[in-house]
């Protein structure tokens, strides 16, 4: 039996008026849909988050922080270093920067890097963490862009300690937990249990995120409780998956450092500073709004826009968001709080830079504030067409100021250790090269290796009153004393290594305002012993060393 066909109509022909539109074969359209959704936006954040961090990252010397990060992670003592550091000094900034120095590139740059990936890092993190917590991508986007061109934030992207790379895995560790909560999957809990085990690698804070963390996950599970009680069950187990995880991950280093903490009777111990204490009041505040939000230690257009929108997010917001502003609200303050009475445990100043993985849950508050005023204006027939341009004006006004204080930034200097290498590389075998009062100890070693990365081959010498000063020929000896005060005494010139007008200020409570030490050279041809010992004598007496950073 014959089947009928149909045959197909002719393609209709495309009328003259609709020659300028694009075909369905046309990609532009489905391009101009990408570049107005949220990922274009992300992505365009996370690139201008990366170029800010990247800037001149190599361009200034390490301070002595870094130079001890160096030195640690150096692979021919790197696991020694690890052991001998303690189960009080978590590891990740060594391990990962270990591999970076292999690379031909500057020992700064080398240094610097990984920790200016992970404050990229620490970018994306917010956005998954913001928009968790709000479940409107708008905020995460807002929160992100706030971070990506925070002058804070991009200042301690580009030092090669800790902060940055806790807060990145802080913000992750808490999106993990959430996600984990709504998707109930063991897989969940297991990537969670592995960002706890990286935390716990990172910094000594990471157990009392970990503590609140597990009161997070107990008190979910208490509201959550049914006849049987099955889902509490899975909680609990997924709970206790999470924390297995994360001790296996840091069992091997713990076993490693505990018997060297344990045998020298000092790893175990807090390094006490010596301090006054910390107040606790409105300075403390104040102080911290200027350096987190503005990176200065004076009050700022920017650190009081940025306050105020974080201080208006409770009362912009409402129900769920409300609430979830609240828990931020407390998380903030109660580990601030606590921090203060640790600070006066150790006898220690507050340095804001340990609590710079808290400036990221302020910008939550500050997006949760521009989101909802944005709201508020929409929902006002008087004000709905003026909401969006009058909240992409503020915003844009904040990422201005942000950026401009970034770039200020840039301009400021830390101490000029790397001058100790490039300016003792040509001196003759007669000259004494010596670096007054190196602290903390072990410093002389690290400087040393610091100064032969930039050309210095010969001896030198530690002036702290315990090391002995070599004799002077007269006639023959020379001197290049490096100093963290100028030398003023006869036959000796004294020249500023770095431009004091911009050096970086120490950002800490009332206890600490000065500059992170300057660096001078100064040089003379000493007649006797007795004039040399003279000299260092006084020096000795004023205590200004050349590292004499809290």
């Not at 009050?299 to 009362?315: D, G, W």
């Amino acid at each position: 039996m014959a089947v009928a066909t149909r045959e197909k109509p002719a393609p209709a022909p495309v009328p003259a008026e609709d020659h300028g539109r694009a075909s369905s074969s046309d990609p532009a359209p489905a391009l101009f849909r990408w570049l107005r959704s949220p990922t274009f936006a992300l992505v365009v954040i996370l690139a201008v988050a990366a170029v800010l961090r990247l800037v001149q990252l190599g361009h200034d010397s390490l301070w002595i922080d870094e130079v001890t990060i160096a030195w640690r992670s150096h692979p021919h003592r790197l696991l020694a270093a690890v052991r001998d550091a303690g189960a009080l000094e978590p590891p990740a900034s060594y391990l990962v920067t270990a591999p970076w120095l292999q690379l031909p590139i500057s020992v700064e740059t080398a240094v610097r890097l990984p920790m200016a990936l992970f404050g990229v890092l620490e970018v994306l993190a917010l956005y998954l963490l913001a928009r968790e917590l709000s479940r409107r991508v708008s905020v995460g986007l807002v929160a992100a862009l706030l971070l990506a061109v925070a002058p804070f934030a991009v200042r301690y992207s580009q030092e090669a300690r800790y902060y940055v790379m806790f807060s990145a895995v802080h913000l992750l560790s808490w999106w993990l937990l959430l996600r984990a909560l709504r998707r109930r999957r063991t897989r969940d809990w297991l990537v969670l249990g592995a960002c706890n085990g990286a935390l716990l690698l990172t910094h000594q804070y990471a157990p009392v995120v970990i503590v609140v963390d597990l009161v997070v996950l107990a008190v979910v599970a208490v509201r959550e409780r049914r006849p049987g009680g099955s889902q509490a069950r899975a909680l609990v187990r997924g709970g206790g998956v999470s924390l297995l995880t994360a001790v296996v991950i840091v069992a091997p280093w713990l076993l490693y450092s505990l018997p060297t903490s344990v045998s020298d009777g000092t790893a175990l111990s807090p390094d006490h500073a010596n301090g006054r204490g910390v107040p606790l009041g409105p300075d403390l505040a104040k102080r911290g709004a200027e350096f987190l939000f503005g990176n200065e230690a004076h009050l700022t257009a920017l650190a009081v826009v940025l306050s105020a929108l974080c201080l208006a997010a409770p009362f912009l917001t409402k129900g769920r968001d409300r609430r979830v502003v609240l828990a931020v609200v407390g998380y903030v303050v109660g580990f601030a709080v606590l921090l203060v009475f640790v600070a006066r445990l150790l006898g220690s100043y507050y340095a804001f830079r340990r609590v710079e993985f808290l400036l990221p849950l302020l910008f939550v508050l500050a997006a949760f504030s521009i989101v909802s005023g944005y709201d508020l204006l929409r929902r006002s027939s008087v004000t709905r067409s003026a909401a969006g341009p009058a909240i992409a004006l503020g915003v844009a006004g904040v990422v201005v100021l942000s950026t401009l204080g970034t770039v200020s930034y840039y301009g400021t200097e830390k101490t000029n250790l790397r001058a100790i290498g490039e300016l003792a590389k040509d001196v003759p075998p007669t000259t004494i090269v010596a670096n007054f009062c190196v602290t903390p100890a072990g410093s002389g070693p690290r400087l040393e290796e610091y100064a032969r990365e930039h050309g210095f081959d010969g001896p030198h010498v530690i002036i702290d009153g315990r090391h002995p000063i070599p004799a002077v020929t007269p006639g023959e000896t020379r001197v290049l004393l490096f100093s963290g005060t100028p030398v003023t005494s006869p036959g000796w010139e004294t020249q500023a290594l770095n431009r004091l007008d911009r050096l970086q200020v120490v950002a800490g409570d009332e206890n600490w305002g000065e500059p992170v030490i300057p660096l001078y050279v100064a040089r003379a041809a000493p007649g006797s012993d007795d004039e040399l010992a003279s000299t260092i004598a006084t020096l000795l007496t004023e205590r200004r060393c050349l590292v004499d950073a809290p």
